[in-house]
């Protein structure tokens, strides 16, 4: 059984102020709708997760179950009253969700919704969600929700609602992570919990996890549970400072634990987090933050300039404006969805590359990011964006395609033991690296190409 799912986290940052040392969590789970279809997992996945909240600290977990319209708000009321100073605070929502009107809303088990105009009356804005997390620090809103509109062949034509998803969420200090890109289908699992709830059940209580670094990993979790099929998508528009939910010591929402070899979240990662707190710095932009970086990172690839920056605001300026250009810049690549797709190939799946240990996805044709890195210590690669284009079979077990990053034909070459050998005629020498294989979406196809290429030899 299949059904469309979202889950988007919500976590606001705040560097400055403090608040009671204090975490809540409010675990929703809908599944006996009155009108319209009963579902499977949000009972499970709610007690799953909330078991994983307790793991990772939070002192007070509620879970609510089968809410009705009255009972919704309330549940709501009330948890804004323990939000209200807290150090963290978290909702997670399972259950139908639908788009109308040009807003989310999630859905009680007594909704009838006969048309998009009963919507204020019957469901809960999400805004409402959010509003029940005000007063705390750090605000997380995790949703599961199906992505299908089982309400809307009732509705009248010309209805404004959309009936595969809620819409995309963009707002400053908010991180945003899909569970499924939109248009793709989420898979429930074969157990009694959907691959998103267990990732993040696995994912919330993960000491030394800097909350930037939660959707990626939820990512892989749902890429390797579901052979590639589905990805969640990261929408990020945060601070760069890590901020942990479980750091060097157990519950320290805000500890910032020194890199080490036993560390190797953070040691895999150190690049990407040098980059991500200097971003946080320069949106700050005032001493507080770029002391915090330098705290962090004291021989940071951005180190001078933070030392330059607190320098010119010292004498009274706003900022060395120079230094901040030269910071970490979002890369000029076309994204997945802005190139045209071509014809599939053998070698379509997922790969990693081996020189940064990142992975990609090639897909008819083009080959989008999985995982973000910094290239050339200045330029930001985020997920989505199209690092390979133009994909073509030259032969048996010989492809070309275009590198973008590095701006040149790429040649690869099939391996006997299923990776390809990459070589970018750059200038002035090439560049080479390997393209580990992890998953394909042909299997089949991928040996026969193999069979091919041993007879030709």
Not at 69 to 76: M, N, W
Not at 190 to 200: H, M, V, Y
Not at 389 to 405: C, E, H, M, N, V
Not at 426 to 440: G, H
Request: charged share 20%.
């Amino acid at each position: 059984m299949f059904r469309y799912c979202l889950i988007c986290v919500f976590i606001f940052l705040t560097l400055t102020g403090t608040a009671e040392a204090k975490r809540v969590a409010l675990i929703i789970g809908n599944a006996n709708y009155a009108n319209t279809s009963i579902l499977t997992n949000p009972a499970n996945d709610a007690q799953l997760v909330a078991a994983a909240a307790d793991q990772a600290g939070f002192d007070d977990v509620t879970i609510v179950q089968n809410l009705a319209v009255t009972d919704f708000q309330l549940a709501l009321r009330d948890f804004r009253k323990k939000a209200n100073g807290a150090d963290v605070a978290m909702v997670y929502y399972a259950g139908h969700g639908i788009e109308g009107q040009g807003k989310n809303w999630l859905i009680p088990t007594d909704a009838a919704l006969n048309d998009d105009f009963d919507l204020p009356y019957e469901a809960i804005a999400l805004d409402r969600v959010m509003e029940s997390l005000a007063g705390a620090q750090i605000r997380m809103v995790v949703l599961d929700a199906c992505r299908n509109n089982p309400f809307a062949r009732s509705w009248k034509s010309g209805t404004r609602a959309v009936n595969r998803g809620l819409i995309g969420i963009e707002a400053d200090d908010v991180l945003v992570i899909y569970a499924a890109a939109p248009g793709q289908t989420a898979a429930d699992g074969d157990g009694k919990n959907s691959p998103f709830a267990e990732s993040l059940a696995k994912r919330l209580p993960q000491p030394n996890l800097p909350v930037q670094l939660l959707g990626g990993s939820v990512r892989d979790d749902v890429l390797t549970a579901t052979g590639g099929t589905q990805r969640p998508f990261v929408s990020a528009s945060i601070t760069g400072t890590p901020i942990y939910l479980v750091g060097g010591e157990q519950g320290a929402a805000t500890d910032t634990p020194t890199v080490t070899e036993t560390n190797p979240v953070l040691a895999l990662d150190e690049t990407a987090l040098d980059a991500l707190a200097w971003q946080g710095a320069l949106s700050a932009n005032n001493l507080a933050a770029f002391a915090n970086y330098l705290e962090q990172f004291p021989g940071g690839k951005f180190a001078r300039l933070a030392s330059e920056n607190m320098a010119s605001l010292r004498k009274g300026g706003k900022g060395n404006g120079a230094a901040q250009n030269t910071g970490l810049m979002k890369a000029i690549l076309p994204d997945r969805y802005a190139v045209e797709q071509g014809d599939s190939l053998p070698i379509d799946g997922i790969w990693k590359i081996s020189s940064i240990k990142k992975r990609i996805r090639i897909e008819k044709g083009r080959a989008f990011v999985l995982d973000g890195w910094v290239h050339a210590l200045i330029f930001a690669i985020t997920p989505d964006m199209v690092v390979l284009k133009d994909f073509t079979r030259t032969k048996a077990g010989q492809f070309s395609a275009y590198d973008l990053p590095l701006n040149g034909k790429a040649e690869m070459t099939l391996r006997p033991d299923g990776n390809l050998n990459v070589r970018v005629k750059t200038f002035p020498f090439p560049i080479t690296y390997t393209l580990v294989r992890e998953t394909l979406d042909d299997a089949a196809a991928m040996a026969a190409e193999q069979a091919l290429l041993v007879v030709e030899n």
